[in-house]
T-cell receptor, first 115, second 110 residues
Framework: EAGVVQSPRYKIIEKKQPVAFWCNPISGHNTLYWYLQNLGQGPELLIRYENEEAVDDSQLPKDRFSAERLKGVDSTLKIQPAELGDSAVYLC?????????????FGEGSRLTVL | KQEVTQIPAALSVPEGENLVLNCSFTDSAIYNLQWFRQDPGKGLTSLLLIQSSQREQTSGRLNASLDKSSGRSTLYIAASQPGDSATYLCAVRDGQNFVFGPGTRLSVLP
């Protein structure tokens, strides 16, 4: 069974440029999460999807960040324009159940460096 | 607001030692707790998931316990090996979302 797939693994851009990250969750997983992880810290939630609906985007900086999950499968996270402080690892995770007992599975992450 | 802490922040042990990593959370109304391993430059790999009704889970040399009333979980690693070197994170689920601790960076010296 394939795990959570993310791309690109690494991205280096100049500030003010746009960037997009893609995530394909484990097949059949209805819940998809995007997390931000800074060095030495645990992941912090950006947005959670149940199928194609963004049910929790309270931590997503909506002035520059956007996300979509068309058809309730893969998802894209976009930053436009990027700022120096956006340098971090962006992690995608999925969970098989819409309830509260499901296990969380992560992808390898996309490391962003903004120069 | 749920807060998760992990002690110690870093740990260095010689190969073969048994060790305990600690995870504390402030709100005991959780649904489950999950332990992860993260290697440098990689994503998080799930190690053990403990539901709120369970007291412990075991997988190979790993044993995780959960005491909801005291807001604590421990991850016990038996007979540590250099390959166990990584950062270990715990996460609690207190609704539809997970709250993560900052992790414990473990180094097992050969």
């Amino acid at each position: 069974e394939a795990g959570v797939v993310q791309s690109p693994r690494y991205k280096i851009i100049e500030k003010k440029q746009p960037v997009a990250f893609w995530c394909n969750p484990i097949s059949g997983h209805n819940t998809l999460y995007w997390y931000l992880q800074n060095l030495g810290q645990g992941p912090e939630l950006l947005i959670r999807y149940e199928n194609e609906e963004a049910v929790d985007d309270s931590q997503l900086p909506k002035d520059r960040f956007s996300a979509e999950r068309l058809k309730g499968v893969d998802s894209t996270l976009k930053i436009q324009p990027a700022e120096l402080g956006d340098s971090a690892v962006y992690l995608c995770a999925s969970s098989p159940h819409p309830g509260v007992t499901g296990e969380l599975f992560f992808g390898e992450g996309s490391r962003l460096t903004v120069l | 607001k749920q807060e998760v802490t992990q002690i110690p922040a870093a740990l260095s042990v010689p190969e073969g030692e048994n060790l305990v990593l600690n995870c504390s959370f402030t709100d005991s109304a959780i649904y489950n707790l999950q332990w992860f391993r993260q290697d440098p430059g990689k994503g998080l790999t799930s190690l053990l998931l403990i539901q709120s009704s369970q007291r412990e889970q075991t997988s190979g040399r790993l044993n995780a316990s959960l005491d909801k009333s005291s807001g604590r979980s421990t991850l016990y690693i038996a007979a540590s090996q250099p390959g166990d070197s990584a950062t270990y994170l715990c996460a609690v689920r207190d609704g539809q979302n997970f709250v993560f601790g900052p992790g414990t960076r473990l180094s097992v010296l050969p």
